[in-house]
């Protein structure tokens, strides 16, 4: 059974920035056809696609965030990793990582727990 | 605001039927992409609860089934239980985006 925990600060300053870690387990992140993604929900509010990576360290990002966020993969450590840049009070969320089959619009199948990531001085 | 459009809030009586709508455009759900749902319960994160349009994860009941035309989606559940109260998201691809993409979420409430 394969399991996603998200793990980094749970503070964050304005206009640093935010940094998380998504550990696989119970799985290879390097074998199946899937890639490996980010979604963040602010309180009270829906889900919003933050971006996805291959392990061949291809990226999509959210046109709308694409400008400071980084995906990447380590795929010795069965780890992908998320940096948004420059961030304010707006970024403020519960990050989720996510599962997805190699395939546009594909679902997602395995989540993580999610980890709330608040914003503030 | 979300590229897919759902309605804030549905109920319903236990044992009844209700639907959730999830409607898009020519460039992701009119495009032919597939729509995914999932459910998600307080506190709780998301869960994919049928995918391909139509297709439910092992696990899954057959109480919850899916369809799509055109440029819109429906999530139908039948036979509501209390178990049911939470909120519900479709998701889609969409091609000028070049992304995936949510509906804002519908809250089913179990009267």
């Known amino acids: 059974q394969v399991q996603l925990q998200e793990s980094g600060p749970g503070l964050v300053k304005p206009s640093q920035t935010l940094s998380l870690t998504c550990t696989v387990s119970?799985?290879?992140?390097?074998?199946?056809?899937?890639?490996w993604a980010w979604i963040r929900q602010p309180a009270g509010k829906g889900l919003e696609w933050i971006g996805r990576?291959?392990?061949?360290?291809?990226?999509n990002y959210n046109p709308s965030l694409k400008s400071r966020v980084t995906i990447s993969v380590d795929t010795s450590k069965n780890q992908f990793s998320l940096q948004l840049s420059s961030v304010t009070a707006a970024d403020t969320a519960v990050y989720y990582c996510?599962?997805?089959?190699?395939?546009?619009?594909?679902?997602?199948?395995?989540w993580g727990q999610g980890t709330l990531v608040t914003v503030s001085s | 605001q979300s590229v897919l459009t759902q309605p804030p809030s549905v109920s319903g009586a236990p044992g009844q039927r209700v639907t959730i709508s999830c409607t898009g455009s020519?460039?992701?759900?009119?495009?032919?992409?597939?729509v995914h749902w999932y459910q998600q319960l307080p506190g709780t994160a998301p869960k994919l609860l049928l995918y391909?349009?139509?297709n439910r994860p092992s696990g899954v009941p057959d109480r919850f089934s899916g369809s799509k035309s055109g440029t819109s989606a429906s999530l139908a559940i039948t036979g509501l239980q209390a178990e049911d109260e939470a909120d519900y998201y479709c998701?889609?691809?969409?091609?000028?985006?070049?992304?995936?993409?949510f509906g804002g979420g519908t809250k089913l409430t179990v009267l």
């Open positions: 996510a599962r997805g089959y190699s395939y546009r619009g594909a679902p997602f199948d395995y």
């Open positions: 119970g799985g290879s992140i390097g074998s199946g056809n899937y890639y």
């Open positions: 990576v291959y392990t061949s360290g291809s990226t």
């Open positions: 020519s460039s992701d759900i009119g495009a032919g992409y597939d």
């Open positions: 391909g349009n139509t």
């Open positions: 998701q889609s691809y969409d091609s000028s985006l070049s992304g995936v993409v």
